[in-house]
Structure formats: C-alpha cells, structure tokens
C-alpha cells in the first residue's frame, strides 16, 4: 500500500500506477477473494484499483466528498456526495471471463422521467489496447432496485475500464474472475499523472447520458487518457467558499468550473432567496481566489455551460467574464475563459429537454470541454518553473538535443534533462541516472536517444568530492526523492555507472535497493587498488593499504547486490589497464554470478578503459534499460521457463533488439522469448522445433502451429518470415518443425516423421511449454500449413483432433502416393528440370537412390507401399475433430502444377460424404479454390494471390462467426471475392 500512495497528499486521489495489484492490497489474491461453485473468484471493489475518487475520509466507500462537509454547503451537495459519478475501476487481466455485481446506494431512486437506469443506476464496461484504443463493450443494466449483474467474455491482456454509476452510488461492487486468473494494475496514464477536477453543474454530473461512459467527462478522460474527478452536483454547484476548500485538497492537473447554469436561488430551500444572480457575484470571486491561492500553478478553466437562451443565463454570463477580466488585468496566468458557443450541437438534437445533453450532446460537450482542458493542461507548471519553485536554477540549454536544467541541490550541482519540443514523454516517466562522469560519452551511453526518441528523463548530481561515501549516499538519496516527490519522476532510477560511476552505482544500489531498477555498468571501479588519492576515504584505509578487504567496496558487496534482484548490464574491455578485468570487472563477474546476481555482461577484447558504452547505432543499452517498461513480465516468465528448459534437449534464448545472431526481422519484434527443442521419439528420429513466445503483456492467448514444406530438410528463414511471422506480430506464440528431415536423415521411421509425427509432437511440446512461459496453456490452438505443410495439417485434423481447435491447409499435398503415382504417368519417359521432379525417395531411402520416375514397376509399387501408412491421411472422417469444435478451412490453387487441385475437391467431396452431407459438413469445414493461383503464387496478373483465411479460422472458433465469401486479393492489385466450394 505504501508504494502506491508514497508523494499523495491525504484526501488526494487513490490511484494504482504501474505496480501491481497485489501492491494495493497483498491480501486481495487470497483474503479479499471468494471462489464460487462456478468457479469463479469474485474480488470485493475495495480491493480494486479506483479512479475518480478524489477523498480517503469518507463516510462510504464511494463517496465523492469527505465525511466533515459541513452546513455551509447546501444540502443537495450533502446529499449527492454518495452518488459515484466519475468513479471507475481500470485494470487488466488474464481471465476469459468477467462477471460484475453491484448493489445501488438508493434502492429507491434509480431512474428519472427523463434519464434512465442504464445511465443513472447501471454500468458500463470498456475495453483498450494498442491497436484499437478504448472500445465499448456492453452495459450492465439494472432490472431491480436490488442491484445488478453482468456477464462478459474476454480477451486476456486487455485494459478494462468499469464506469459506476452516475445519479446514484454504490453500496457494494464485486468483480467476478476465472479462479486461477489474476488482475493487475493498469498502465499509467499519458495525458497527465493527476486528475482533471470538473465541478459544476446536472450537465457535470452526467444528466441526461444513457450510460455512465457517455458523460462528456467520461468521454474527456478517455480521449486525453487522463484520470477525472466528477465533482457535479445537480441543481446544487454555487460555488460556496467551504467547496473550494475541498477541490483544493485535490492535488490536481487541472480545475474545470462549470458551476454557472446553478448560481440562481430555485431549488435551493436552505440558501438565501431573492438574490438571484447576486450569487455569481457573491461566490464565484472568493472561490476562485482562494483555489488559486491555495494551488497556484494549477490551470483553472471558467465555463459559461451549454445554456444559450436560458433565463438569467446572459446576466450569469457577464458577471463571470467580469471576473475573468478583473483577474487577468491582475496578471493571473493560466487561466482560460470557455464560452457557451459550440458546446451543444448546433441542429437541435443535443438534449432530452432543451436543457440536459443526451448521448448526442455529450459527445459535442467532450469535444468542446476537452479542447479547453488539452490547452490548459499544456499550460501546466513546466519542469523548470517547479525546479525555479525550490531550487536556485543555474542556467538551462540545449544539451545533445534534449533540454537541460542545472540548479542547485543542497550545494551541488544537478541536472534534468527532458525530451525535446513534441516528443510525448514516456508512460510512468522513466529514467536514467548518470552517476559520475556525466559529460564523458554520452551519446555512446544511449541517453540522448532514450530521452529524445523514447521520451524518458535523465538527471544526475555531481557528488565526486564525497566518492559515494555514507554522506553522498544520502545525499544522492534526497535527491532522488526530491526527483520523484516533487518532479514526478518513476519512483525507481535506472543508473549508469562508468568508472568511478560503477563504484557508486553499486553501493548506491546495495543500500536503497528499493529506488533501483536496473544498472548499467562499464568498465566499473569495483575495488581500489594501486595508490590514488580517495579522498573521504583515506581515512578508512586498511592497514597495509589492501582495500579489497574493506566491506564498503563494490567487489565486497556482491552477495548482497545479488540477493537484491537488480539486473545488472556489465561491459568492460579485455585491455583495460586503468581497471585491470582480473582485479576489477572478472572478479565481480565471478563472485555476483557466483552468488545467483541477475547479469548479463559483454567482454570486448580488444577495448581498453575508454571509450565506454557502445556504438551509437547499437541498442543494447536501450534494450536493456527498456526491460524496465517493456519487457518486464517478459523477464519474469523467462526465467520461469529457463529453470525448466535449459540442458539436455531444450534450450531457451531471451532475444533483446539488436542481437547480430538473429536474422533482422527477429530483431525487429524483439524482445521475446525463443525456445528450441529436439524430440527423438524413435532411435533414428531428430526432429528440431523452434518456439516464438511474445511478452505475456502482447500475447492474445493463441498458439499458431506452422507447418513445413517440400520435404522439411530444416526449418528456413523463409518459413519464419512469410509463415510464422504474421500470426507472431498479431501477438501469438508460433512454432515450427524441420519434419525430421534435417540432415539426409532418412528410414521408415523419418518417413512417419515427415508425414505426421513431427507436427504432432511438436504441438504437444510447444504446448507444454506455453504453459510453463505463460503460467497458463492457450485458450485457442491453430495450425497454418502450405503445400507439405498444408498436408500436415489435415493429418492433425484426422490423426489427433484433440492438437488444434482451427486449421489453414493451404494447397496441401495430402494424397501424396496419388500425386506421385500421377505425376509419374504424366512424365514417364520425359526429361525433367531437377525442380519438378520428385523427392519423396530420399526420406525413406536416403540421397542418391534412384527418384520415383526413375524406378522400375516393381520398385516404384514397393515403395509406394512402404510410404502409403504414413505420407497419405489415413481417412476423410472428421467426425472427431468436429465433435469438438475444430473448423478446418482448405484453400486450393485452381492453376496448382505441383498438386492437382483435383485432390482438393476430392477431399471436400469425401468430407461431405463422410460427414453425412453437405450441411453438416458446413458446420466445421471450408474449401476455398482460387482462381489463377498456382502452387506458391499467382500465375499471373488477375489471378487470386491469397484470402484472410486465418483471420477467418479464428473468427470461426472463437466468434462462432463461419465465413462466407471471402475478399481475394488480386496479383496486380485490386480484390475480389472468393465463395466457398
């Protein structure tokens, strides 16, 4: 709990940022649970992360204002304070199902004539990633006065966003989750870290929208990604001095006052009458002065509120412009005027009475509203102005590009470094922190690129007169906290520690492990040794001047470095005469690897001590320091499966960005996690596998099996980059096989290798180690297969119905003892080019065997029959595959030279046969025949290149959505569409 609200004031916004939801509350995965006889875990709401909630001293739970608001706010604010509007739960998980339950505060007000439930008592869900941004998903509506219930698949990984209730409260929530799923934390916000503040009006409150979501605030929170606090109360925003006080408690972005349409005395019982517009007058100049007073730098936006035409509304809205310009002669900054014009549309049709917006209107509000909190929140206290606030700034420029403040800091001099103008800052405000040295080889240390590129920060102290010492550590500790305190940096520091830099980032790490992310270390001090002037530590010296027997030196500090947990970055040069590697960089190698440290280190032969870093073009470092944002969970389930794979038959590799010994499209997607395995499942078989697994923040759940082609002979780049890599960058695992046929290998058991044990064993392999990676299997198993592959296939679907849930077999060579035998007719006595003859042979009798034209009869008929069992799918009857759920879609090119595509037809025709008609073979099977396609491609311009044929097996399993005609893609240009056989 304390990670998550360190730097909040009291009463300031509960928010969860990127640590996990177990850092909420540790109890929550076991204690604050409850798994149903369905299985489902349900989570109470108080243990959820809440967004909106603005107080911590409330009476309720989802009270919107503290428990001691007193008389001096009008009763209809008193009562309104239990109403949740605002209010929403974001988080993410790995379940396949949410349920949601909740219980309203007023059981006997939950819906208006003119706004209904779904809106005023019911929920909403919605749902992002980074493809698609926010979506809505469904509403919970409520039947009863007792609450409701909702039901909804989805997808693992997906931020979900729940939206309480408008006009009324929440007197219990529950979150239902599959029992062994988990929910985490979602991402930080990248608009702004703090909270837009709206308050005001009915309009404010979320009158008149149909469902939570669709209140204009709602919809501002979403489209800037910025956290939100409804604070409108209908009928009742007249801005009484005692509220400010409140929204001042409120460490906010910014403040939104739309309080306007209410400053007149009807429906107001316990305010003074008869006073009519004097309430602007009174309230509105003593509100804002004393916000202002008590947050200067935050912007405040004045709205006039959607009321053209509205008794008193004209009077109401010069009243509040004088205000406005009293203020500004005064020389008020960061103010800004929001004028009634364009908040509504301009048609008519915005309300449900000529006053309170409906969806409509809504929509037209957000984009008004939001374009006056986008420019307010780009006047928001610059990094400089808050540094100026605390601190003598001694000058700022342009340094590599990036911006540079240098000020002082208890004496020393310190830097911050930001991005350039337009370049987005980073989720959560990493950074990286240059311990000593912090002018020598910058760019070489990937700083300019990660703040400039990336959109990090950078700073560093010079402490070099106290050499880390017990007072610079402090020191160096106060400014940290004053970094993320009051600057908002990431709570923990990426440091970079070059030289004398690496002494201090080791000690520095040992003794606050917890403000530690990662170290980058370069050719480091790890012990003193031959005779230099150490300054503070002089005193300290050893008897005998053997500093290696000092407990403060980093080469003594190794155990506890490792026990920390920091990833440690090590490069040093094998000629470093500055820092012998025998005494310095190998010696720390040894003991921290001896004592189980995370590190990854990198010996360049021929370098010395200088130049540290790497090249510029390089992106190890960058890597490395974005494991911190990117590939975190990566990490983690990588060392899981590591524990279990490496030795023997299976090894794992963590690919970062920028390893020379994978082929460049790898690299592009890195990081992942790749696994490699050998199955022998007979004396003569080696079947080589290859496993790609993305992070478990990208995997969409799906696990692809890809087929081979030709006859295998080892698994190609090709393969990866048309087959595999497709289904991998949409964010699933991916595995491919050689077939066993690497190497000449070659008898009757590779035969059965290559015609359907490989793929079979390969599935069942990859499988198992999905699980481990991910701590979970796949929920959905497809398989994609060309040619030889496409064959592989459909030997899945009939040999073992149980490996995948959707099958592509394109072109496949199923019948192959049929196309060999008809290819020999067709050929006999022809001379053929060595591409179109047949190798089928050399699996069964190794290279250099006369090929199957060559053959004599009798030899030709042996051979077939030594094959047939295990080249040929032993039967069309899919009865098994498709009695559980398994689709299989066959694609066939109608101008195919290699495969006949008879024996597509013939395939289908034995399918419907089998499966006692055509209707019923519709239920799991497809055959799409594409005109002009040859084997591999389009035979030439018009022809049929390709369908979404996997885009519509995953439709088929997972949607029920079985296709139809689907869109061609032309060779040449253009599409056209493809009907089904």
């Not at 149909?210 to 979403?222: K, Y």
Request: hydrophobic content about 40%.
């Amino acid at each position: 709990m304390k990670n998550v609200l360190a730097g909040i004031v009291a009463g300031a916004m509960l928010a969860v940022g990127a640590a996990g939801v177990a850092d909420y509350d540790p109890a929550m995965a076991v204690a604050g649970s409850i798994v149903d006889a369905d299985g489902v875990r349900w989570i109470d709401g108080t243990k959820l992360p809440l967004e909106g909630k603005a107080f911590g001293d409330v009476a309720d739970y989802y009270d919107r204002l503290p428990a001691n608001v007193t008389t001096n706010v009008n009763a209809g604010v008193r009562s309104m304070k239990h109403h949740s509007a605002g209010m929403c739960f974001r988080f993410r998980t790995d379940s396949r199902r949410l349920k949601f339950k909740w219980t309203p505060y007023d059981k006997n007000w939950w819906y208006m004539d003119h706004m209904p439930a779904s809106g005023m008592s019911g929920i909403d869900v919605y749902r992002r990633n980074a493809a698609e941004g926010w979506r809505y998903v469904k509403t919970g509506r409520i039947h009863s006065p007792e609450g409701g219930v909702l039901e909804i698949d989805w997808r693992p990984g997906d931020e979900c966003q729940v939206n309480l209730p408008l006009y009324n409260g929440i007197r219990a929530f529950s979150l239902g989750i599959d029992s062994a799923a988990k929910v985490e934390a979602p991402a930080a916000h990248r608009g702004a870290a703090k909270p837009v503040v709206f308050y005001g009006t009915s309009i404010t409150h979320g009158g008149c929208a149909s469902r939570p979501g669709n209140a204009f605030v709602s919809i501002i929170g979403r489209e800037l990604d910025v956290p939100v606090v409804n604070l409108g109360f209908s009928g009742s925003g007249v801005m009484e001095l005692e509220m400010s006080e409140h929204l001042a408690r409120i460490d906010a972005s910014c403040y939104v006052l739309d309080c306007l349409p209410n400053m007149y005395t009807r429906r107001h019982p316990d305010l003074r009458k008869g006073r009519e517009h004097r309430f602007v007058e009174e309230n509105y100049e003593p509100f804002i002065r004393n916000l202002r007073a008590k947050r200067p730098e935050v912007p405040i936006v004045m709205a006039e509120g959607p009321h053209p035409g509205h008794v008193g509304s004209a009077d109401r809205d010069r009243v509040m412009k004088g205000v406005y310009d009293k203020l500004v002669s005064e020389g008020w900054k960061k103010l800004f005027y929001l004028p009634s014009k364009d908040m509504l549309p301009a048609d008519g049709d915005g309300t449900v009475d000529d006053a309170h917006p409906n969806d409509y209107g809504m929509k037209q509000m957000a984009k008004t509203y939001g374009a006056a909190v986008r420019k307010a929140l780009a006047a928001a206290p610059s990094l400089q102005e808050r540094i100026a606030r605390d601190h003598k700034i001694r000058g700022m420029d342009n340094w590599y590009g990036c911006r540079r403040t240098v000020f002082d800091f208890e004496g020393y001099e310190a830097w911050v470094v930001e991005p350039k103008e337009g370049v987005r800052p980073a989720k959560g405000n990493p950074w990286t922190w240059t311990m000593q040295w912090a002018t020598a080889y910058v760019p070489r240390t990937s700083v300019p690129r990660l703040v400039n590129d990336l959109g990090w920060r950078h700073a560093t102290i010079i402490t070099f007169k106290d050499k880390m010492n017990q007072h610079g550590l402090e020191v160096s500790k106060r400014f940290q906290d004053y970094l993320v305190n009051s600057l908002g940096f990431a709570p923990k520091a990426n440091l970079i520690g070059m030289s004398w830099g690496g002494f201090y980032s080791i000690r520095y790490a040992v003794a606050y492990p917890e403000a530690v992310n990662r170290v980058y270390l370069d050719c480091p001090l790890m012990c003193f040794g031959k005779p230099f002037n150490y300054g503070p530590w002089e005193a300290e010296r050893p008897a005998g001047g053997d500093w290696s027997k000092h407990p403060g030196m980093p080469i003594n500090l190794t155990a506890q470095l490792a026990a920390t947990r920091i990833p440690v970055l090590l490069l040093y040069g094998g000629q470093d005469s500055t820092l012998p590697p025998q005494e310095q960089a190998e010696a720390f190698i040894d003991r921290f690897t001896a004592a189980g440290g995370n590190l990854r280190f990198t010996k360049r032969p021929m370098y010395g001590h200088h130049p540290h870093g790497v090249e510029e073009t390089e992106n190890t470092i960058i890597d490395f320091f974005c494991g911190s944002t990117k590939d975190g969970a990566l990490e983690a389930a990588f060392e899981r499966l590591a524990a279990t794979v490496h030795g023997g038959e299976r090894t794992a590799t963590f690919l970062h960005r920028g390893r020379q010994e994978e082929r460049s499209y790898l690299r592009k997607v890195a990081p992942c996690a790749v696994c490699e395995f050998t199955l022998r499942p007979s004396p003569e078989s080696e079947i080589h596998a290859k496993l790609l697994m993305p992070p478990p923040e990208r995997w969409n759940g799906r696990f692809w099996g890809i087929g081979n082609t030709g006859l295998g002979n080892g698994i190609s780049d090709g393969q990866i980059r048309e087959y595999a890599m497709p289904r991998f960058n949409e964010g699933s695992a991916v595995c491919l096989a050689d077939m066993g046929t690497a190497n000449g290998r070659h008898g009757a058991e590779v035969v059965k290798d290559f015609g359907w044990r490989a793929a079979h064993l390969m599935t069942v392999e990859a499988k198992k180690l999905i699980a481990e990676f991910y701590g979970r299997p796949a929920r959905w198993s497809y398989f994609f297969g060309v040619s030889s592959g496409g064959g592989q296939g459909l030997h899945e679907a009939t040999r073992f119905p149980e490996d995948y849930d959707g099958i592509v077999s394109y072109v496949p060579a199923h019948y192959r003892t049929w196309l060999v035998r008809h290819g020999r007719e067709l050929n006999r006595g022809r001379e053929l080019p060595a591409n179109r003859r047949p190798f089928m042979h050399k699996v069964l009798f190794g290279a250099g065997s006369a090929d199957e034209y060559s053959m004599d009869d009798a030899a030709f008929e042996k051979f077939i029959a030594a094959i047939r069992g295990d080249v040929d799918i032993p039967d069309e009857n899919l009865s098994a595959f498709a009695a559980r759920g398994g689709k299989l879609i066959v694609v066939s090119g109608l101008s195919d030279v290699l495969v006949d595509p008879a024996t597509a037809e013939r395939l289908a025709e034995k399918v419907v046969e089998k499966a006692g008609g055509k209707t019923a073979a519709d239920r799991f099977f497809r055959l799409y025949q594409l005109p002009g396609r040859g084997h591999t491609q389009a035979a030439g311009v018009g022809g049929v290149e390709d369908i979404p044929a996997t885009q519509a097996v995953e439709a088929w399993v997972e949607k029920a959505m079985a296709p139809g005609a689907l869109s061609g893609v032309l060779k040449g240009g253009g599409e056209k569409p493809v009907k089904p056989w």
